[in-house]
């Protein structure tokens, strides 16, 4: 997700970001007309031998294929199934979509103030912040009590995804995607050395959110410890978090980013202390995983209408085209998974849109939106043909300004320095364990551009190197266009 978490466990993430590669060479093959010729050279490389590889490159302009390995063998994506689920998100609602945050007063007909009532709509932009402002208009209203704050929000069995490893969900990338989705549902916890003998302490960046988990402290400093502490550990099916080992007393802060395990209730509670900043006085407060219609109390039994629902205000988002960006650039899986979640909330076809893009039924098995999930299933070949609909679609601007570009945004910005690639590779990685891909779009200096799909899976080796065999693929791709400029591309190789 964001940026400035990207130092956490960077081993599991589904963060493409890395260290900038060193390019010793100017050309990977002897000959550079020989786009086959040097990607054999980089994957026979003894540390790639045992890798599973699928590449697919196509000319956008006239879609020829370039070069071809595994193209439909299906490899599990990681991040880069946002690229799917980002493209069916502009294309079924549209890059000035704008999610909503209803807040109204459900009022007796004698005009008291029964229930303050915020409808959760799935915003993943949603901020203390703004829920401060949208509440100032009580008090321009005069209104200084009400009886109950009501949250409506998703079950906890329908926040998070079914296949995301367990050891994911206390972190701040696999956080519970429910209807009302405050700071994107994290925190930031800072761990610091105490006396020695003594509990390391544990300050959080919201006391609220922090309250949410139970925290088991057995994490001692000591003058043998490391200088890095050892992580948490969520205990299976409960809120604890286990502090465990030890820390040497003169160790730096470190900042752990956590996901909130109760979403709803830290939204209530969020709202209850900025309701008694206002000087707002309120009776109580619920969590209701319902409509906004059931709470309508019937005090007689007749259905005689007793009170009355009066919207208040509503908190706006930002436009889908800002939102994608974030999804994109910074890999923010509860962003992508948000999307998903409101399409097929609006009962949006995902299948139909993909057939529009010309992507095959049979070239994807997808089970969530962001690609945390390792049930995932996408070929080489589908995610270029979604690169191909895009780069002709009337959003398709939008769609590459989500990406990150190769040496200077997102999780693209360390990575192609010295290299001629730098502001010409517009792309979205992934990475998981065992996992690495990056797919884009490669302007030429010719004017044209290349479809770049590049998966590796079961690869057995540390990211960066996986990485730094995917970027020279693309340096090799950009090379072997120059040396073949005012010649017809001939450089399909076979499987």
């Not at 550079?32 to 000319?59: F, H, K, N, Y």
């Not at 193209?71 to 609602?93: C, H, I, M, N, R």
């Not at 065999?469 to 450089?491: F, K, L, Y």
């Amino acid at each position: 997700m964001g940026t400035r978490r990207s130092q956490q466990i960077g081993s599991i993430l589904i963060l493409g970001g890395s260290l900038p590669l060193l390019f010793a060479s100017v050309s990977l093959a002897q000959n550079t007309c020989d786009l086959p010729g040097a990607i054999a050279q980089i994957l026979d490389r003894p540390e790639q031998r045992q890798s599973q590889w699928g590449i697919a490159i196509q000319d956008a302009h006239t879609e020829q294929t370039i070069y071809e390995h595994n193209g439909d063998q299906f490899f599990v994506p990681a991040s880069a199934l946002k690229l799917l689920t980002t493209a069916a998100a502009l294309e079924l609602l549209g890059a000035d979509y704008q999610f909503q945050t209803p807040i109204s007063l459900v009022r007796h007909i004698h005009g008291d103030v029964r229930y303050l009532v915020i409808e959760g709509k799935g915003d993943p932009t949603l901020t203390t912040a703004k829920l401060r402002d949208a509440l100032a208009t009580l008090q321009t209203q005069g209104i200084t009590a009400v009886e109950e704050v009501i949250i409506l929000d998703s079950p906890p069995s329908q926040t998070l995804n079914s296949t995301w490893e367990w050891s994911d969900l206390p972190w701040y990338y696999a956080t519970a995607v429910n209807r009302l989705i405050l700071n994107e549902n994290t925190v930031e916890a800072t761990v610091t050395p105490s006396r020695v003998g003594a509990p390391v302490n544990l300050n959080w960046s919201d006391a609220i959110a922090g309250r949410q988990w139970r925290l088991d402290n057995q994490q001692f400093t000591s003058t043998d410890g490391p200088a890095i502490p050892p992580e948490p550990i969520q205990t299976y099916g409960t809120n604890t978090l286990s502090l465990r080992g030890s820390l040497a007393p003169d160790a730096a802060p470190r900042r752990w980013f956590l996901s909130v395990p109760d979403p709803g209730r830290y939204a209530l509670e969020t709202v209850q202390l900025i309701l008694r900043e206002q000087g707002i006085t309120y009776g109580g407060g619920r969590v209701v995983y319902s409509d906004l219609a059931s709470l309508l109390p019937d005090p007689l039994g007749d259905g005689s209408q007793q009170y009355e629902i009066e919207p208040l205000t509503a908190i706006a988002s930002p436009p889908l085209a800002e939102i994608i960006k974030t999804t994109n650039q910074d890999s923010n899986n509860l962003f992508a998974e948000t999307l998903l979640k409101t399409l097929q909330t609006q009962e949006l076809d995902l299948t139909a849109a993909f057939s529009a893009f010309g992507i095959e039924a049979g070239s994807y098995r997808l089970r969530d939106g962001s690609g945390l999930s390792r049930h995932n299933l996408v070929t080489p070949t589908a995610l270029v043909q979604a690169l191909a609909a895009m780069d002709n679609h009337t959003q398709g601007s939008v769609f590459r300004d989500s990406l990150a570009i190769a040496g200077r945004t997102g999780t693209l910005q360390n990575r192609f320095q010295n290299t001629p690639v730098v502001n010409q590779f517009f792309g979205k990685t992934g990475t998981m364990t065992h996992v690495s891909t990056l797919t884009g779009y490669l302007d030429l200096p010719n004017d044209s551009t290349m479809l770049v799909g590049i998966m590796a899976n079961q690869t057995g080796q540390p990211a960066s190197t996986t990485r730094q065999a995917m970027d020279e693929i693309v340096v090799a791709v950009h090379d072997w266009q120059r040396c073949t400029m005012g010649r017809s591309p001939n450089a399909h190789a076979p499987n």
